[in-house]
């Protein structure tokens, strides 16, 4: 079975559709993934069930979590090799995703895999997510942010709430440690702005399980976040 048969014959029953438009999108996203993966280190998950499941499917999930409306905006943070931003820019043709990463090649396979899928609702951003995140240009623009697998929870919040409007949500994509993680991330939220909106757990076929964290941002994020990096590791919130 191709990576997109292996999707189709498992999303059904998350109840999501995989269109003509999607499964095209993905089938060379895949196919790309596995040849950059060959020239720079973007997967540990190379073969096909592992992408259709532990990346598609998993970024997909997100659609079941946020409503996602023509216009709207979102930030990930971390993209790394597009997960999950691009997988859900592929699957939501009418909104805005902005791609924003620290390490310039994976950037390039990620504006060449964006390319060659015909996703063209991309902005690709070379930055520290410190650095974005006090910019005029990205501060407090988007509906979402989104970040898959990039820190702890109360370390990702300084990263990302920045970003996020007043009224938005910040979308944690977290494996079995998410419930550890946001009985630590108390004090993170409070600080920044945010609160747990809602825990949605799901189980991949396979077995391993995932959350997204729902994280509503009621207050704005005060100027002095985020903090240089090296702070933010050594006396997280």
Partial sequence: MSIIDILKANATDYGIEINQ???EKLEIYGRLLKEWNDKINLTAIKDDEGIAIKHFLDCLLVGKVAEFKDGMSIIDVGTGAGFPGLVIAAAYPNINVTLLDSTGKKLKAVE????EMGVKNVKIVHSRAEDAGKSPEFREKYDFATARAVAELRVLLE???PFVKKGGSFLSLKAATAKEEIDGAGNSLKTLGGKI???NDFTLPGGDTRAIINVKKISQTSPKYPRPSAQIAKKPL
């Fill in 21 to 23: 438009d999607l499964a």
């Fill in 112 to 115: 060449n895999m964006a390319e």
């Fill in 159 to 161: 990263y990302t709430l």
């Fill in 197 to 199: 909106d809602s825990i």
